[in-house]
């Protein structure tokens, strides 16, 4: 399993968060998963050349992992805390996705979309398609683990091809998962951290 340290608990703080500040806090630790996959898959020598295939693979993670939470925030939220939840999450995702694209590719041309607005439209669209699979106490289902290894194995060479479906479901999307519902059980609890040891307390000082 990738070992990445995803710090997704409030410090020293019980008092309950808006559903904005969970968002956040969830869209920056589902950055960092998605950043986490796409640097396994090329640690398992993956062709995922830096540039517009790099961020293509990252947008059809990001749409995966936000779709998961989504069916996440179904059973942990009431349906208006979700929307706002929802809405939140995926702007800002969108926003840090932006950010890291325009800040290594540049801006789109004049006239064309931001990639805000392509991550949010293609967000909207695979909704549909993902609303057709399942998920349960266990995460999503088989159809819904495939389908995003089908949409992946189209951005890859063809050399690839015949591996990564298998190399996303079996391994990516398994440890993807586990890290996300870290964060999003961290994220949600209400129950504060620990105060850190105090240097003036400590025997010796």
Do not use: C
């Amino acid at each position: 399993m990738a070992n990445i340290r995803i710090k997704s608990q409030w410090f020293r703080d019980s008092a309950a968060k808006t559903p904005q500040q969970n968002a956040s806090a969830m869209a920056f630790i589902t950055w960092r998963v998605a950043q986490n996959t796409l640097k396994q898959m090329r640690t398992a020598r993956f062709d995922i050349e830096i540039g517009p295939q790099y961020f293509d693979f990252t947008r059809e993670v990001l749409v995966f992992l936000t779709q998961v939470l989504d069916r996440m925030a179904h059973a942990r939220m009431e349906d208006a805390e979700r929307g706002e939840f929802m809405t939140a999450l995926v702007q800002r995702v969108a926003q840090i996705l932006q950010d890291n694209e325009d800040g290594l590719m540049g801006e789109p041309a004049a006239g064309q979309a931001s990639r805000f607005e392509q991550f949010i439209d293609l967000f909207n669209e695979l909704s549909d398609h993902y609303a057709d699979f399942g998920f349960d106490a266990h995460g999503p289902d088989f159809a819904f683990i495939r389908y995003l290894g089908h949409r992946i194995e189209a951005l890859m060479p063809q050399k690839d091809q015949r591996w990564v479906v298998d190399q996303i479901m079996a391994s990516e999307v398994p440890d993807a998962l586990d890290m996300i519902k870290r964060g999003m059980d961290g994220v949600l609890s209400t129950e504060p951290r620990p105060a850190r040891a105090s240097r003036a307390g400590v025997s010796g000082d």
